[in-house]
């Protein structure tokens, strides 16, 4: 089984600055998916950005990044110039084969 | 493309009674569902993955013959809460895995919630 966790259950930042919300995971498989999915109020989950194991370059998905550290199973997501869209909960989440694992979620206010 | 529906959005039952929650993949055919409960400000659990044309498989501590699970097709899976009790009351999330489609992407619906009065 795999394991994520997100040591950050709230954070905020201000509108039009840059966050990093943190994700660590644990498996012994060699082939994985990391993700980050972002859960607004309305509850609809929405794909953030996804990352594969076997590729060492950053995912980028315009204002949002990760910082993939294969060997510290660190999956950190920064954001940039944080908008007031962006406030919601934050998932992060890993894959192989035929089941997702999440982490508890870190709750992200951006202020304005 | 890839949109996943639910059915209801929301629903108010008694105590006692059954509820079935419908999840449909609107644009491809889904392979595999998922179902997932949700409570307030928690992580999402998976409860059980279903493929089309077979039987569900459960998550350890999930009830099987309180959630029953149904996959009668590529389209849609239901999932059917049985003698319904408060402490069911959660947001019910399914999501879907399609024909064609990456093996690690799979799809949201817009979630359900049940309130169990």
């Known amino acids: 089984a795999q394991t994520v966790t997100q040591s950050q259950p709230e954070m905020s930042v201000q509108e039009a600055e840059t966050v990093t919300l943190s994700c660590t995971y644990d498996?012994?498989?060699?082939?994985?998916?990391l993700f980050w999915y972002k859960q607004p109020p309305s509850r609809q989950m929405i794909l953030v950005i996804r990352?594969?194991?076997?590729?060492?370059q950053n995912a980028t998905e315009n204002r949002f990044s990760v910082n993939f550290q294969k060997a510290a199973k660190s999956f950190s997501l920064k954001i940039s110039d944080s908008q007031l869209g962006d406030t919601a909960m934050y998932f992060c989440?890993?894959?192989?084969?035929?089941?997702?694992?999440f982490g508890t979620g870190t709750s992200l206010t951006v202020i304005p | 493309g890839a949109v996943v529906s639910q059915h209801p959005s929301r629903v108010i039952c008694k105590s006692g009674t059954s509820v079935k929650i419908e999840c449909r993949s609107l644009d491809f055919q889904a392979t595999t569902m998922f179902w997932y409960r949700q409570f307030p400000k928690q992580s999402l659990m998976l409860m059980a993955t279903?493929?089309?044309?077979?039987?569900?498989?459960?998550e350890q501590g999930v009830e099987k013959d309180k959630f029953l699970i149904n996959h009668a097709s590529l389209t849609l899976s239901t999932l059917t809460v049985t003698s319904a009790h408060p402490e069911d009351s959660s947001f019910y999330i399914c999501s879907a895995r399609g024909v064609g489609h990456p093996f690690y992407e799979q799809y949201f619906g817009p979630g359900t919630r049940l309130t169990v009065t």
């Open positions: 279903s493929n089309e044309g077979s039987k569900a498989t459960y």
């Open positions: 990352q594969e194991a076997y590729k060492q």
């Open positions: 989440a890993s894959s192989s084969g035929n089941q997702f694992y």
């Open positions: 498996t012994s498989e060699n082939n994985y998916y």
